[in-house]
């Protein structure tokens, strides 16, 4: 089994557990590949989260810290992957890059080559709209509706348009959460189907496809799926949407039968964890969503390359995944 993005209660504020808990408990699990994956570091005051400030660092520490934690984070986690274990899981350490800005991607470009004897890959997402975040909670992701003139369509393109910048500028092995702003999308919100304005009146979304409903929405998914696909990345299936009581992981079923039109239908599988309780959490449902939805014959993962410097994608039958010891072991419980 395979985890491609993790995170921990060491080395993100909102995170759980140590970092040693979590990757216990993913060799307890027998896992094949867990990727580490904290987030790279916000240089600036205004990206700053209310939980990162307390009464022991202002603006200033708080970014301090960030530097410092990152740091530690590289050196804990070449510890834990150097480390033999019981199960022999494979640990990969890579970064999530939360793409706040173009300035944002740039600075993680260059961390990125500065600790390339280090981090072995990137996973590449977005977390912010108009330089608001839209998964921290329900407030902030009005705001950056609200930003964009209270209008969905024009919310999605800026969206994806971000999303691709950061594509160009990383290429990622792995595309995190490509469709996070579903998180905190109301389901009552009502849109109208030609402009995308949101109002009292028109449609819910709950009732259109986003991507499918705008043509110009769809042709900037297209857009990136293909560049991922030339450069060769992958999309993660992301379990966090399901464990916080989403209908489908990320990507939902409109994105990802367009990776199998646009990017070879390469998947990679991501539990997302912040604590011990998510390793490996909703996996059946996205067995269920991967055999049954989206139909894949393959899936991939990551694995180093032969001189332990690199990592590529590796593909496996689709029978081969099913009836991986892990569903028989957790799939029930998780």
């Not at 977390?127 to 024009?154: C, M, V, Y």
Request: contains cysteine; aromatic residues 10%.
């Amino acid at each position: 089994m395979h985890s491609h993005h993790s995170h921990s209660g060491d080395y993100i504020a909102h995170g759980v557990d140590p970092l040693e808990a979590v990757t216990n408990q993913a060799v307890k699990m027998k896992f094949h590949t867990y990727c580490l994956t904290e987030h790279m570091p916000r240089f600036e005051a205004k990206y700053l989260y209310p939980e990162e400030l307390d009464s022991k660092h202002d603006e200033s520490g708080a970014i301090a810290k960030l530097q410092r934690d990152f740091k530690n984070f590289l050196e804990h986690a070449q510890r834990i992957k150097n480390r033999p274990n019981v199960s022999n899981t494979q640990f990969l350490i890579g970064v999530e890059v939360e793409s706040c800005d173009l300035d944002h991607i740039e600075y993680a470009k260059r961390l990125i080559e500065e600790n390339r004897g280090v981090i072995q890959f990137s996973v590449g997402s977005v977390h912010h709209i108009n330089e608001i975040p839209i998964d921290f909670d329900q407030s902030e992701w009005d705001r950056a509706l609200a930003a964009s003139g209270n209008n969905l369509k024009t919310f999605l393109l800026a969206y994806f348009d971000l999303q691709y910048e950061m594509l160009r500028n990383l290429q990622p092995l792995v595309v995190g959460h490509f469709d996070l702003y579903k998180l905190f999308l109301p389901r009552d919100l009502r849109v109208d189907l030609e402009t995308g304005a949101c109002g009292i009146s028109g449609t819910p979304v709950s009732d259109i496809s986003l991507i499918n409903q705008w043509e110009e929405v769809q042709a900037a998914v297209v857009r990136n799926l293909q560049y991922i696909e030339e450069y060769g990345g992958a999309i993660e299936i992301n379990t966090s949407a399901l464990r916080k009581k989403l209908p489908e992981p990320y990507p939902g079923k409109d994105v990802g039968l367009l990776v199998k039109r646009h990017c070879g239908g390469r998947f990679v599988l991501s539990d997302d964890a912040h604590g011990v309780a998510q390793v490996g959490v909703c996996y059946e449902q996205a067995l269920n969503y991967i055999l049954h939805e989206l139909n894949l014959e393959k899936i991939y993962y990551l694995a180093e390359t032969a001189d332990c410097q690199n990592v590529k994608l590796e593909a496996i039958p689709i029978e081969q995944f099913e009836s991986d010891a892990f569903w028989r072991l957790y799939g029930k419980t998780r």
